[in-house]
């Protein structure tokens, strides 16, 4: 209908100039409305913002949406990386922004995220005490709910499972893991946790198959051990790394790990922003 009254402005002898901005004012509003419904036919998405070396990820399920860490090289870029993908999916507020841990590379784009977006809840594991992020997010106006077990959140036609360590021996190993599950997939993320880390969240007997993983520590040989991919056996490995980062993560060893096991690997410094729906 709208292009119709755009092609009758231009064939018209006459020129109504209402006519193409009533058209071109109905095409935004219905641009809008589609880019606000098209994500409501999934059942689940997961979007693995490209924020450069650091982590952000958005679990969405029907009308609800909660980000997994808002971190990268530069907290603003970050921030402004993670609104971008979400304005594209017709997001306006969040449900909960959810840290994994407080390194800089997962978290320091939050502060700037809530000062310009609606979230309902931030959800901070209480670890690191020490950290400024953690100190400074904790005087925001954003409810705090402080992770110290386990906790389930509903999301659309699933949930999400916050799997708070109960071990700390190192930043690292203090990542909290998070576990969406829908009825027809279920998404792991372990943050910067090491093997020793995921084999204690194996050991809490609450982690089987998985169809995604969000491979722990950008793809550091020190993470995404054997015993853990025979373990939880995923479809999909998500790698969110920087391209040509210092650290040369993904390390080789982790994706020769990943291909022995049959996974799909997908990179956000070879394919930008990555989304998984379903």
Same mark, same amino acid.
């Given at each position: 209908?709208?292009?119709?009254?755009?092609?009758?402005?231009?064939?018209?002898?006459?020129?109504?100039?209402?006519?193409?901005?009533?058209?071109?004012?109905?095409?935004?509003?219905?641009?809008?409305?589609?880019?606000?419904?098209?994500?409501?036919?999934?059942?689940?998405?997961?979007?693995?913002?490209?924020?450069?070396?650091?982590?952000?990820?958005?679990?969405?399920?029907?009308?609800?949406?909660?980000?997994?860490?808002?971190?990268?090289?530069?907290?603003?870029?970050?921030?402004?990386?993670?609104?971008?993908?979400?304005?594209?999916?017709? +997001?306006? #507020?969040? &449900?909960? *922004?959810?840290?994994? $841990?407080?390194?800089? @590379?997962? /978290?320091? =784009?939050? !502060?700037? %995220?809530?000062?310009?977006?609606?979230?309902?809840?931030?959800?901070?594991?209480?670890?690191?005490?020490?950290?400024?992020?953690?100190?400074?997010?904790?005087?925001?106006?954003?409810?705090?709910?402080?992770?110290?077990?386990?906790?389930?959140?509903?999301?659309?036609?699933?949930?999400?499972?916050?799997?708070?360590?109960?071990?700390?021996?190192?930043?690292?190993?203090?990542?909290?893991?998070?576990?969406?599950?829908?009825?027809?997939?279920?998404?792991?993320?372990?943050?910067?946790?090491?093997?020793?880390?995921?084999?204690?969240?194996?050991?809490?007997?609450? +982690?089987? #198959?998985? &169809?995604? *993983?969000?491979?722990? $520590?950008?793809?550091? @040989?020190? /993470?995404? =051990?054997? !015993?853990? %991919?025979?373990?939880?056996?995923?479809?999909?490995?998500?790698?969110?790394?920087?391209?040509?980062?210092?650290?040369?993560?993904?390390?080789?060893?982790?994706?020769?790990?990943?291909?022995?096991?049959?996974?799909?690997?997908?990179?956000?410094?070879?394919?930008?922003?990555?989304?998984?729906?379903?």
């Amino acid at each position: 209908m709208t292009i119709s009254l755009i092609v009758l402005f231009f064939l018209c002898k006459k020129k109504f100039p209402v006519l193409l901005a009533s058209s071109i004012t109905l095409l935004y509003i219905l641009s809008l409305a589609a880019t606000w419904a098209e994500p409501q036919t999934d059942n689940f998405r997961m979007t693995a913002v490209d924020v450069g070396q650091g982590q952000c990820i958005l679990l969405q399920s029907k009308n609800q949406a909660y980000l997994v860490d808002c971190g990268g090289g530069n907290p603003e870029r970050t921030a402004e990386a993670a609104l971008k993908a979400m304005g594209a999916q017709g +997001i306006r #507020k969040l &449900d909960g *922004l959810i840290l994994t $841990h407080y390194d800089e @590379d997962h /978290s320091n =784009g939050a !502060e700037y %995220l809530i000062q310009v977006m609606d979230v309902d809840t931030l959800y901070l594991p209480d670890t690191e005490p020490a950290s400024d992020i953690r100190y400074r997010l904790s005087r925001q106006k954003t409810p705090v709910c402080w992770v110290r077990e386990n906790q389930e959140l509903p999301c659309g036609k699933g949930n999400i499972c916050l799997l708070p360590t109960k071990n700390v021996t190192e930043n690292n190993e203090s990542s909290m893991c998070i576990l969406f599950q829908t009825e027809n997939c279920a998404i792991l993320i372990t943050g910067d946790r090491n093997t020793e880390g995921e084999i204690r969240l194996l050991e809490e007997d609450r +982690i089987g #198959k998985v &169809d995604v *993983l969000v491979v722990g $520590h950008h793809g550091a @040989d020190t /993470s995404t =051990g054997k !015993e853990f %991919l025979e373990a939880t056996q995923p479809d999909i490995a998500v790698i969110s790394v920087g391209k040509d980062n210092y650290y040369g993560q993904p390390h080789s060893s982790t994706l020769q790990r990943l291909s022995w096991f049959g996974c799909q690997i997908r990179r956000t410094d070879l394919e930008g922003t990555i989304i998984i729906r379903g």
